[in-house]
């Protein structure tokens, strides 16, 4: 069972940065993502990886504000977000695709296997 835990949210003022981190139980697994929830809305992804290559695909509603990033040595997956904005408020979950899973891309719009319990980011104007 691969176990998510994910830290870095907070406050913030529209127009700030936040760097989200995701610390994984075992080895990160070969593609990783980002997910979020706002309030009344369901979960969208915002990004994924292959791990083990580096080839990431965004939410094209994030327009180049989002870079999504991994650490295999320190087993951890970032989120780094700029110019934030209100709307970008809401909880987000680190996640993963179990191994031998379809791809990254399609994991990006249907969804992961595992998650973690999420972090909330809250982004005031």
């Known amino acids: 069972q691969v176990q998510l835990a994910e830290s870095g949210g907070g406050s913030v003022q529209a127009g700030g940065s936040l760097r989200l981190s995701c610390a994984a139980s075992?080895?990160?697994?070969?593609?990783m993502g980002w997910f979020r929830q706002a309030p009344g809305k369901e979960r969208e992804g915002v990004a994924s990886?292959?791990?083990?290559?580096?080839?990431?695909y965004y939410n094209p509603s994030l327009k180049g504000r989002f870079t999504i990033s991994q650490d295999n040595a320190k087993k951890t997956l970032y989120l780094q977000m700029n110019s934030l904005k209100p709307e970008d408020t809401g909880i987000y979950y680190c996640a993963a695709v179990r191994e031998g899973g379809g791809s990254c891309a399609t994991a990006l719009v249907l969804g992961m296997d595992y998650y973690g319990q999420g972090t909330l980011v809250t982004i005031s104007s």
């Open positions: 990886i292959y791990t083990d290559i580096s080839s990431a």
């Open positions: 075992g080895s990160l697994s070969t593609c």
